[in-house]
């Protein structure tokens, strides 16, 4: 079972910027496709991003190329996400997944086996 924890998200206002992590309980963190995730109120969850086990791939959704990047550092068993240029369209809360398809970027959730419990980014206008 792996066990992620995302952390970084809060309050910022729009032309800022920040850096969520998540964290994996588990050494096996190397061995997953990883992925970001959003969703605001009302909506449904959204892709954000996912990178290959060796961060030798990545995607983004098409929206937000060149102003999210994603990367990992598999000794700390960690994702990142540096967000730039927030929007108040960005407000959402931040998921983390874990896929085992490994060598692929899915962008389904479906594809993805873990979950993190979110963490909430709010963008001010």
């Known amino acids: 079972q792996v066990q992620l924890v995302e952390s970084g998200g809060q309050l910022v206002q729009a032309g800022g910027s920040l850096r969520l992590s998540c964290t994996a309980s588990?050494?096996?963190?190397?061995?997953?496709?990883m992925g970001w995730f959003r969703q605001a109120p009302g909506k449904e969850r959204e892709f954000v991003a996912t990178?290959?086990?060796?961060?030798?791939?990545?995607t983004y959704a098409d929206s937000l190329k060149g102003r999210f990047t994603i990367s990992r550092d598999n000794t700390k068993n960690t994702l990142y996400l540096q967000m730039n240029s927030l929007k108040p369209e960005d407000t959402a809360v931040y998921y983390c997944?874990?896929?085992?398809?490994?060598?692929?970027?899915?962008?389904?959730?479906?594809?993805?086996?873990?979950w993190g419990q979110g963490t909430q980014v709010t963008v001010s206008s």
């Open positions: 990178i290959t086990w060796n961060g030798a791939g990545k």
């Open positions: 997944a874990a896929s085992g398809r490994v060598n692929f970027l899915p962008i389904q959730t479906s594809a993805y086996d873990y």
């Open positions: 588990e050494h096996i963190f190397s061995s997953y496709t």
